[in-house]
């Protein structure tokens, strides 16, 4: 069938509508607490919706149907610990997050070992949320050629600079506020398609039931004890935990957000709100997957990726209009993510190093080099996006696992400050890395599945990072 007139029409209506709604805020913007907090002034449920947001891709809402469509619904399993991990950053990591006036995770590492290891942990996460984002935007040029047939790389062009230009200017209240926007875009819009494909299968619900039952695609547990397996129940739950309270409690992408609420009893309020969000959000997309496979009933090799066939389907089968919100809710997700990665990797650089460094410069000289650092970063993200065009695979794997690499040692370094006494900043480095390689090892060099990397490295830099410490006396602070 394919898009037509009124299909870009709406897509190019979305595209330029929100990036106008984000220069709203361009004028809030005077002081770094203002263009990285939002003044802390944002109520808890735009938080919890933005959280989900920023959770949420172009690479989530096209590779979890086809995850689906290939296998079931045991993905599950892993946000069922995605909630046992906010449980757990809710009590142990956000009081200390409180205590102060902090403006990035990683300053709370240096109030307890050190500048040193401040670098170290805001370094590491720098490199892999920008390398694991790389993959995130890269999703997009899948839909954008699927549903225009133009080049990849300007696909993913016309969404870096829109997405650019209110994150430059609004910072981080055009963040949150654009995100509250595109998760009712994009939700609605899968919504929209979930009963499109309902109407389209002969015999509706019964028929795919049916299908999806004799298929084994409806199942949600599976508790067979095999390490090898990424998506059984202990997996999902310990994985999903590890991977949470890493993501969510060590990571400058979602804490950034957590910091910018009224108070700590909001933020803890809006990390458990998003947590029932984002478990209804993923089993709406792999019901969607589920329904696709009752629909087209073939190979997913057919259609070249697992990735392939949702935005095949919205461009194919979908009533003109209907297939252009669609896409432009697909580009909502998409935006909404880079707007909270840009944002992020911004007030690391900024905060985490350069303002270390010279922590003299004036207020208006601080926003003006942030904005500069939201530039550079775009710069960068589209670059490794483009390198990232050949990659194969299920994307959805690929940038959890590059993610996932780095989580487990931040997240050791952070359960070494707030659990222990006894560990230092020379400790708590050695076993960072050694948490770190090992994670790069299980990556690289064995068939480990990526939803154990985080717990692993977590345990090994917590172990080693605390032995260590008891080893080796603590550095003296110089005079």
């Not at 790389?134 to 016309?158: H, P, Q």
């Not at 589209?382 to 959805?396: E, Q, T, Y």
């Not at 996932?404 to 890395?433: C, D, E, H, K, P």
């Amino acid at each position: 069938m394919g898009l037509d007139k009124l299909d870009l029409a709406i897509i190019v209506l979305y595209l330029v509508g929100i990036t106008l709604f984000g220069l709203r805020f361009r004028k809030h913007q005077r002081t770094l607490r203002d263009y990285f907090l939002a003044d802390r002034n944002i109520p808890w449920w735009a938080i919890a919706l933005s959280i989900v947001a920023a959770e949420t891709s172009t690479l989530t809402i096209i590779s979890i149907p086809g995850l689906a469509y290939d296998t079931n619904l045991t993905f599950l399993q892993v946000v069922l610990g995605y909630l046992v991990g906010r449980v757990i950053i809710s009590f142990i990591l956000l009081p200390h997050y409180f205590r102060g006036d902090l403006y990035t995770a990683y300053a709370l590492i240096e109030r307890r070992f050190g500048r040193g290891l401040r670098s170290l942990t805001a370094g590491l996460f720098l490199v892999t949320r920008a390398a694991a984002e790389g993959v995130r935007v890269y999703a997009v040029s899948i839909v954008v050629a699927i549903a225009l047939g133009t080049g990849e790389i300007a696909s993913i062009a016309i969404i870096t600079i829109l997405t650019l230009i209110y994150t430059f200017e609004g910072g981080l209240a055009a963040v949150i506020w654009t995100d509250v926007v595109q998760t009712f875009i994009y939700v609605g819009g899968t919504l929209v398609g979930l009963f499109t494909i309902l109407h389209l299968v002969p015999g509706r619900w019964a028929t795919i039931h049916s299908v999806a039952q004799s298929a084994g695609k409806l199942q949600v547990f599976d508790f067979t004890p095999n390490f090898w397996k990424p998506y059984t129940f202990w997996a999902g739950l310990v994985g999903g935990t590890f991977l949470t309270t890493a993501s969510h409690g060590t990571d400058q992408l979602i804490v950034q957000r957590l910091l910018a609420a009224r108070s700590q009893r909001q933020s803890v309020t809006a990390l458990l709100s998003s947590g029932v969000a984002i478990l209804f959000q993923f089993a709406l997309f792999l019901m969607v997957g589920v329904m696709l496979f009752a629909y087209y009933h073939v190979p997913s090799a057919s259609f070249g990726t697992a990735d392939r066939i949702y935005p095949k389907f919205i461009v194919s089968q979908m009533p003109h209009g209907i297939s252009g919100l669609l896409i432009a809710a697909i580009l909502a997700a998409a935006m909404s993510n880079l707007s909270a990665a840009l944002n992020s990797l911004s007030s690391t650089s900024i905060i985490d190093f350069y303002l270390q460094r010279k922590p003299q410069t004036d207020e208006r000289r601080r926003v003006q080099l942030s904005r500069a650092a939201t530039f550079v970063w775009a710069l960068v993200l589209f670059s490794l996006a483009v390198l990232s065009l050949h990659k194969v695979g299920r994307v959805i794997e690929v940038g959890l696992q590059i993610a996932s690499v780095a989580y487990g040692a931040l997240l050791g370094v952070f359960l070494l400050g707030v659990l222990t006494r006894r560990a230092n900043q020379r400790g708590a480095m050695i076993g960072m890395l050694c948490g770190f390689a090992s994670e790069l090892h299980i990556w690289l060099g064995t068939r480990v599945p990526w939803t154990w990397y985080v717990a692993i490295g977590t345990v090994v830099t917590f172990v080693v990072g605390y032995a260590a410490s008891v080893v080796l006396p603590p550095e003296q602070a110089k005079p």
